[in-house]
């Protein structure tokens, strides 16, 4: 049986660290139409579900879509 004995330690140069950019800020957009928030957050809360029921009626054959 044979030992072997590594005297020498190389040093190695530490990798550098990726630097982390920052994530870009967005812009707010701009009002489409400018008037009052509490309509404006009305009209974004029921847009949703009145398009799952334009859906839900095209699919059933209510509405036909014509191009």
Request: hydrophobic share 50%; proline share 13%.
């Amino acid at each position: 049986m044979t030992a072997v004995l590594f005297d020498e330690v190389m040093m190695v140069a530490a990798a550098p660290r990726p630097t982390v950019a920052p994530a870009p800020k967005r812009t707010p957009r701009p009002p489409l139409a400018g008037g009052d928030p509490m309509v404006d957050a009305a009209s974004r809360l029921l847009s949703i579900p009145l398009r799952h029921l334009y859906a839900a009626l095209w699919r059933v054959g209510v509405i036909e879509v014509t191009a």
